[in-house]
């Protein structure tokens, strides 16, 4: 059953399409759920990338922690978390990220229902891998499945969903 598009976007509904974690300007983990670039971006480019920019967010703006950049189709939700790493004297930041669907009145979207799941992923993977050696990031493939775990059905489309409900 394959719905039209005002038919889509009358049921808008929040669909994360890529989750993961970033840790010193690397991806330790990432796990896209649907398409949101047209070709092959580089992870560590994109990685560093956007550590820059919330550095740089909030430095320039010091109001505390940047929580979302939106865009003209996407919206990249962050959380920032603390995680001691074993080559580290102090903890250091760890971004939990989801990459949204814009839409209309944003903020709630992101308050109620991405900012607990990001922040579920963050303190999942803190407990799993405090004081370990967070450089050899194949070691967090397996971490994929807590993503789907936790994200659940926000990774499906309407298309999806229905397919679910009726197959």
């Known amino acids: ?12 509904i929040m669909v994360i399409r890529e989750a993961g974690l970033l840790f ?14 047209l070709g092959k971006i580089d992870t560590d480019l994109r990685s560093g990338l956007l550590t820059a920019l919330l ?4 430095t320039a703006f010091s109001t505390g922690s940047v929580e979302y950049f939106e865009g003209n189709k996407f919206t ?5 978390e603390k995680i001691l790493a074993e080559d580290s004297v102090e903890p250091e930041l760890l971004v939990s990220y ?12 992101i308050y109620r229902s991405v900012h607990p799941l990001l922040n579920k992923v963050a303190k999942e993977f803190k407990a799993q891998n405090e004081g370990k050696n967070l450089s050899e990031i194949s070691q ?22 229905l397919r679910g409900l009726f197959y």
């Open 1 to 12: 059953m394959k719905l039209d598009n005002n038919t889509q976007k009358r049921f808008k």
């Open 24 to 37: 010193r300007g690397f991806t330790l983990v990432k796990k896209s759920y649907h398409k949101t670039t």
């Open 76 to 80: 990249l939700v962050f959380i920032n």
């Open 140 to 161: 967090f493939k397996i971490f994929k499945k807590n993503l789907d775990e936790i994200f659940g059905s926000d990774t499906k489309n309407v298309d999806q969903k």
């Open 55 to 58: 550095n740089f967010a909030e």
């Open 98 to 109: 989801a990459i949204i669907d814009k839409q209309k009145k944003i903020e709630k979207y």
